[in-house]
């Protein structure tokens, strides 16, 4: 706004000598402008030429004196450019964006803003009362007015959701009590194919390898069931359903096994794979990773193959929905700030067909 005001006063004083000196006013403007650009280059003896906002206006200045035709041959940059700076120099006498003291209360700072959203979005059946008073127990005196328009210009709305939770919410906090399997089919170099029984918990993402056989039986399927249910001890007392589809192989004495612990047996419905998804995923990850890249030879090189893998899979490979920590995982490692120093180390797993990295400690 300063600088506007000046420029504003330089052309009411140039323009005195151009009302009483008009023939000679253009030349001595000419000269003018000449002596700037030298001035300017003399300050810049390297690189590309620079115009302060002091050279902006001045040039600017010195334009209306002389006549437009004139422009391309005595200043440093085209016309367009010197018609820029005046409306730029004009504008700024509007410019109140820059005041100093601005009337009404202070804005709110932007971390509070981002606190009240992070709030509202982590507990969704919380009004504006409750947040507000929880960003009070947090040491922040703000009012529920401040709370509600904040809410309101993210688009949220201040009053809490009494409809439930969302599907995607309420399949997250049952997904902890889910066990899911299926299987999978394994062809060999011979072109004998076997099978292997796969189990996935829904809440971790936990691969178990059940067991690998050619003649995939039920009293061998019932087998797998109660070694599973040795293998997860304890940690059984959390599930509460076991997802599978309507193969034959699952008999009566397999959903027993699990009904013996508590854990309800969902059948799907026919020919809806989209009911299990989490165990299709993960027998398509299985194939993508590790089968279409390897010549499986018989059940015992099969089964160590998918052992390695389940390894892999459970200790190291990162999941999205888990926030990319393994299963096993329970929070990412410390962060290394001096890559220079510290070179990631392979690990060759399956003969290089997964690479695992890893810093030394």
Request: hydrophobic share 40%; glycine share 4%.
């Amino acid at each position: 706004m300063i600088v506007s005001l000046v420029y504003q006063v330089t052309r009411k004083l140039l323009a005195v000598p151009a009302m009483l000196l008009r023939r000679d006013a253009a030349k001595d403007a000419e000269l003018l402008v000449l002596r700037h650009e030298s001035a300017v280059l003399r300050r810049q003896l390297t690189g590309p030429v620079r115009y302060e906002p002091a050279d902006r206006l001045w040039f600017a200045a010195l334009s209306s004196l002389i006549p437009r035709p004139r422009w391309p041959q005595v200043f440093p940059v085209t016309p367009a450019t010197l018609l820029a700076w005046h409306r730029r120099l004009i504008a700024g006498k509007w410019d109140h964006s820059k005041r100093r003291s601005r009337p009404g209360r202070p804005p709110t700072a932007s971390t509070l803003k981002a606190l009240v959203l992070r709030l509202a979005k982590d507990n969704p059946r919380w009004g504006c009362r409750r947040i507000q008073g929880e960003l009070v127990r947090l040491g922040h005196p703000v009012g529920t007015t401040t709370v509600w328009e904040i809410l309101t210009a993210a688009g949220i709305d201040p009053a809490p959701r009494r409809g439930g939770p969302t599907w995607r919410e309420f399949l997250t906090a049952q997904a902890e009590g889910i066990i899911a399997c299926d299987f999978v089919h394994i062809d060999l170099v011979d072109l004998r194919r076997v099978y292997a029984l796969v189990f996935l918990e829904h809440g971790t993402r936990r691969l178990h390898i059940a067991g690998v056989t050619a003649h995939p039986t039920a009293p061998w399927t019932v087998q797998q069931a109660r070694n599973l249910v040795l293998e997860l001890g304890i940690r059984l007392d959390s599930l509460r359903f076991l997802i599978r589809d309507r193969d034959a192989k699952y008999t009566a004495s397999f959903d027993a096994v699990f009904a013996a612990d508590g854990i309800e047996v969902v059948r799907t419905a026919p020919r809806a794979p989209r009911m299990n998804a989490h165990c299709e995923r993960v027998i398509g990850t299985l194939r993508r990773e590790v089968l279409d890249h390897l010549l499986i030879w018989n059940e015992t090189h099969a089964r160590q193959v998918l052992d390695a893998y389940a390894r892999h899979y459970n200790r190291h490979r990162p999941h999205q929905a888990r926030g990319q920590l393994p299963p096993l995982a329970q929070e990412h490692s410390t962060p290394v700030t001096n890559l220079t120093a510290h070179r990631p180390l392979r690990t060759r797993v399956l003969s290089g067909a997964i690479n695992e990295y890893r810093y030394a400690a």
